[in-house]
């Protein structure tokens, strides 16, 4: 899906909620959340191809495939999170999503801690 028909798809999800946020604000919360839905969908298909590109090019400078797995999920990770944060403070649920972001930051955490240790066992190798 291109820029503009994203930008429709947000025009047209806005208006919507808008008609309906008066008389039925459960409706209009509805209507934002499939909106905000298919657009991080829609986005999540162009992300294959920088996926694919970053994977040809670590099977060509020979990088370890469990440091660059791991750096596309903390990235995958910081995404989803963001996006269910935001959806919670849509919602009005600020408390939910404050708890959400620092669970995020323990996940990102905990799965980039081998790569951490890995480079702390490198500095301390090369240090005499």
Not at 8 to 18: E, H, K
Not at 32 to 57: C, E, N, P, R, Y
Not at 95 to 117: D, N, Q, R, Y
Request: with cysteine.
């Amino acid at each position: 899906m291109d820029l503009s028909k994203l930008i429709g798809t947000a025009l047209l999800g806005i208006t919507l909620s808008l008609l309906f946020k008066k008389d039925k604000p459960e409706i209009s919360m509805f209507i934002g959340l499939i909106t905000g839905v298919g657009i991080f969908l829609a986005s999540l298909h162009k992300l294959s191809f920088i996926i694919d590109s970053v994977v040809s090019l670590s099977n060509k400078i020979n990088i370890n495939t469990l440091y660059l797995s791991t750096i596309i999920k903390v990235v995958g990770i910081s995404y989803l999170i963001e996006f269910a944060i935001q959806i919670c403070k849509d919602a009005g649920e600020g408390a939910i999503a404050s708890k959400l972001e620092f669970a995020g930051k323990v996940m990102i955490l905990t799965m980039s801690f081998p790569i951490m240790l890995s480079i702390l066992e490198t500095i301390i190798n090369i240090i005499p």
